[in-house]
């Protein structure tokens, strides 16, 4: 059975860095490209980046082009989602979710993010 | 970059009625489009790709069609666990987008 399972909620302060977590099972970990995905409070669902844990290949939608970084860990099936410098802006529920093709076909349980000082 | 519109942005639906969701693309994205249901504090599930294959365990009730610009996803008869957001998602062209979602909610 496929699954991605993420890790737990957070609350931050403005400022502070971040690094989420995404871990895949069930599947070849290294063969598919997984996607995240922004959903701010009672808001639709917005691509940020995609990546290939075979190769750690790339890409960024750019809106969010240098405001987040995303990289895996094949060694551990794992994917990341990291912020730097959080900003109360950055509050919302993340989902990653693993690629067939290019639509997102299975989705973790998410991710929320709480930025507040 | 390719632009998604969804409509309406709210549909009022009966139990046991027909839905008919939209949504258009800014240009051409083939077939490259896929559907996505979310229900409240659940992460969304795949239903269509490819604009008209249903995805694993997906109820024959979800159909989708078109092509080119122009998509539909229809629910024949409305069951109380469809009440939902939808999303359409074009995967022809990066970056990719969302539509900003159609809410059916009970009539």
């Known amino acids: 059975e496929v699954q991605l399972v993420q890790s737990g909620a957070e609350v931050k302060k403005p400022g502070e860095s971040l690094k989420i977590s995404c871990k895949g099972s069930?599947?070849?970990?290294?063969?598919?490209?997984i996607g995240w995905v922004r959903q701010m409070p009672g808001k639709g669902l917005e691509w940020m980046g995609i990546i290939y844990p075979g190769d750690s290949d790339t890409r960024y939608s750019p809106s969010f082009q240098g405001q987040v970084t995303i990289s895996a860990d094949k060694s551990i099936s794992t994917a990341y989602l990291q912020w730097s410098s959080l900003k109360a802006s950055d509050t919302a529920m993340y989902y990653c979710?693993?690629?067939?093709?290019?639509?997102?076909?299975?989705w973790g349980q998410g991710t929320l993010v709480t930025v507040s000082s | 970059e390719i632009v998604m519109t969804q409509s309406p942005a709210t549909l009022s639906v009966s139990p046991g009625e027909r839905a008919t969701l939209s949504c258009r693309a800014s240009?051409?994205?083939?077939?490259?489009l896929a559907w996505y249901q979310q229900k409240p504090g659940q992460a969304p599930r795949l239903l269509i790709y490819?604009?008209?294959t249903r995805a694993t365990g997906i109820p024959a009730r979800f159909s989708g069609s078109g092509s080119g610009t122009e998509f539909t996803l229809t629910i024949s008869s409305l069951q109380s666990e469809d009440f939902a957001v939808y999303y359409c998602q074009q995967y022809n062209n990066w970056p990719l987008f969302f539509g900003g979602g159609t809410k059916v909610e009970i009539k």
């Open positions: 490819g604009a008209s």
């Open positions: 979710a693993r690629m067939s093709g290019s639509y997102l076909s299975y």
């Open positions: 240009q051409s994205v083939s077939s490259n």
């Open positions: 069930g599947y070849s970990f290294t063969s598919y490209w």
